[in-house]
Nanobody
Framework: QVQLVESGGGSVNAGGSLRLSCAASGFTLSTNCVVWFRQGPGKEREWVASINALGVTRTANSVEGRFTISQDNAENTLFLEMNSLKPEDTAIYYC?????????????????WGQGTQVTVSS
């Protein structure tokens, strides 16, 4: 049974930083694609960053240079380091996974989701 559990969300002022974690069980991060999505108030869910089985990472243009995705294979945990946060980064952040070594950016292609963690950035 696959489980993804996010943590690390919270409220920060603009310019601040947060580090999100996603602990996985029943699923090996290092041999599959894992991603972060977010959904802001009144917005559609959008892809933020991904890492595939080869360790290749991608980030959305809106967070490029500010957010970094990484994983700890020994702990089977995914991270999202978020710096220089902006009010428009306010959203519920989800980690998601698929049993495939290659990544996609469309939410419908992911089978497993965490419960989400709230990030609120105040101006």
């Amino acid at each position: 049974q696959v489980q993804l559990v996010e943590s690390g969300g919270g409220s920060v002022n603009a310019g601040g930083s947060l580090r999100l974690s996603c602990a996985a069980s029943g699923f090996t991060l290092s041999t599959n694609c894992v991603v972060w999505f977010r959904q802001g108030p009144g917005k559609e869910r959008e892809w933020v960053a991904s890492i595939n089985a080869l360790g290749v990472t991608r980030t959305a243009n809106s967070v490029e240079g500010r957010f970094t995705i990484s994983q700890d294979n020994a702990e089977n945990t995914l991270f999202l380091e978020m710096n220089s946060l902006k009010p428009e980064d306010t959203a519920i952040y989800y980690c998601a996974a698929r049993f495939n070594r290659w990544c996609e950016i469309h939410a419908t292609l992911f089978d497993y989701w965490g419960q989400g963690t709230q990030v609120t950035v105040s101006s």
